[in-house]
């Protein structure tokens, strides 16, 4: 019932897309929205530090003229998801609250609000990661102190192995070796095969410009361990179940053939960019539009927690 609905709305959608003016002038900090050209800017970026995205075109009949021809949308494939979303040990319905609750679409799901360590999330390390040059002078400080304390590490007297071994820590099990090999056992059963072999899910992800919306939008393809296409139930086990049929919906891809394909609906994206944008201007730096889709693919993982695709972690601004 809940995918009727969401096929209905698809349908309208493409109608009031296809009445929607494209958007020419830039909106970015001021609401979060990107034009074509900011879009195909930020894809440009993403796809020159994450070599596992590209631009792909599509059909034909369905190329955007408002974007460049062979620049359509962005996709990568063979992303590896290793568990289902209930295998989580983070993942606890008592840690999730719906942040933007007042829409037909469900809202938007934060699913570590009440954890120990919550990232309030990307925000907070998106802000971190812009300050580089506050950062980076704070840290030669703290390099120097560590140099001091190596210093007084290497006056230290070594550490006597024949002794070490005499007295049996050779012998003693590692802790690390334990802790793998319960890892290992609980998995199997849930996701492995009998050989202790775990058994992975891949997905093909494409990022596409959804013109009603001014925002980036993500979809999905799944695939089991033999490379057969996932049901729609066995798709939204890897979903954050509050956001399953509610922020993810299955709908027709816009430049692709076939079947529905599952897609994190782009109606908050905006909103949560703009909080972000704020986020970051608050603690002093500057979120460039280039950097749209490297932080977009960082918010919506609360979404898909378990697919490991790559948005390059690690970056300076």
Not at 32 to 54: L, N, R, S, Y
Not at 111 to 133: K, R, Y
Not at 195 to 223: A, E
Not at 266 to 282: E, G
């Amino acid at each position: 019932m809940q995918n009727m609905i969401n096929a209905v709305k698809g349908t309208a959608r493409g109608v009031a897309e296809y009445l929607t003016p494209v958007l020419t002038e830039s909106k970015f900090k001021e609401t979060g929205v990107i034009t074509p050209e900011e879009f195909v800017v930020a894809g440009d970026h993403i796809v020159h530090h994450c070599p596992t995205w590209q631009w792909a075109t599509g059909e034909d009949i369905k190329i955007r003229p408002y974007l460049p021809p062979d620049k359509q949308f962005l996709i990568t494939r063979n992303v590896p998801c290793y568990k289902r979303v209930k295998q989580m040990d983070t993942h606890q319905e008592e840690q999730e609250k719906v942040i933007e609750e007042e829409d037909d679409d469900g809202g938007w799901v934060d699913t570590h609000h009440f954890a120990a360590d919550s990232t309030t999330a990307a925000s907070q390390e998106i802000a971190e990661m812009t300050l580089d040059n506050k950062v980076l002078s704070g840290s030669k400080k703290k390099d120097d102190n560590d140099d001091d304390n190596e210093d007084d590490d290497d006056d230290a007297e070594a550490e006597d192995m024949e002794a070490f071994e005499q007295g049996g820590m050779l012998e003693d099990e590692d802790e690390a070796t334990l802790k793998t090999e319960t890892i290992a056992s609980e998995t199997e059963g849930a996701g492995s095969s009998e050989s202790g072999i775990l058994q992975t899910r891949t997905y093909d992800l494409n990022i596409t410009y959804d013109k009603y919306y001014q925002t980036p939008r993500l979809w999905l393809f799944g695939y089991d361990e033999n490379r057969k296409p996932l049901t729609v139930d066995e798709l939204y086990e890897d979903f954050s179940q509050d956001h399953a049929k509610k922020t993810v919906t299955m709908e027709a891809h816009p430049h692709l053939p076939g079947p529905p394909l599952a897609s994190v609906h782009p109606c908050k994206h905006a909103d949560v960019m703009k909080k972000i944008i704020q986020t970051v201007a608050d603690g002093g730096g500057e979120l460039g539009v280039h950097m749209y889709l490297m932080i977009f693919l960082k918010f919506v993982q609360a979404v898909i927690p378990t697919i490991e695709y790559d948005y390059t972690r690690h970056f300076t601004m």
